[in-house]
Every structure is written in C-alpha cells, then in structure tokens.
C-alpha cells in the first residue's frame, strides 16, 4: 500500500509542478514574428539610402564612432540604431 500512495504522491507533486510552470510560463502572447523584414522592434531609423554599399559605408562609420548600428535587408536601405544612440548617431552623420 505505501508503494501506491507514494506513487499518488508523485503524480501529485508532476501535476502541481506543471499547473506552476503553465501559470508562468504558458502564456506566451507576443505578436507572430515579423516575417515581411518590415519591424524593426526598438531601432529607430537614421538614415535612409538607396544602395546597400552606401548603407554598409554609413554603418561602418557609426561604429567606428561608437555608435551601435544595423540596416535592412532590402531597399531602400534603413540604417537603424538604438533610440538611446539616436543623438550620437545623427551627429556623426553629419560630419
């Protein structure tokens, strides 16, 4: 008899264990993937430039002035950074 109530306890404690972990962790509601290359999530756009060499130039020279950058995938070409770096970015662009 000790065998079955053990057992019961178990099955008990796996039932409690994923009722917890589907209350924290089960509801993952963020929005579908963007799957066009249309959201950027939290870049904000600095630039914009029809060629992906001019787009790779103006990246490049970001970064060598400590500013973290990326550009899109397809044209025109956004050059995209941090809102926090948004300032810096702007002004190292226009030197």
């Given at each position: 008899m000790t065998g079955f109530y053990q057992t019961g306890i178990v099955f008990a404690v796996l039932g409690l264990l994923a009722l917890v972990l589907?209350?924290?962790a089960g509801n993952d509601r963020r929005p579908v993937p963007d799957l066009d290359g249309t959201d950027f999530g939290l870049l904000s756009e600095v630039?914009?430039?029809?060629?992906?060499e001019a787009a790779n130039v103006l990246v490049q020279k970001l970064?060598?002035?400590?500013?973290?950058?990326?550009?899109?995938?397809?044209?025109?070409?956004q050059v995209m950074?941090?809102?926090?770096?948004v300032p810096n970015?702007?002004?190292?662009l226009r030197s």
């Open positions: 589907r209350y924290f630039a914009v430039v029809p060629t992906e970064k060598q002035n400590g500013v973290r950058a990326t550009r899109s995938r397809h044209a025109p070409y950074v941090f809102p926090a770096d970015a702007r002004l190292v």
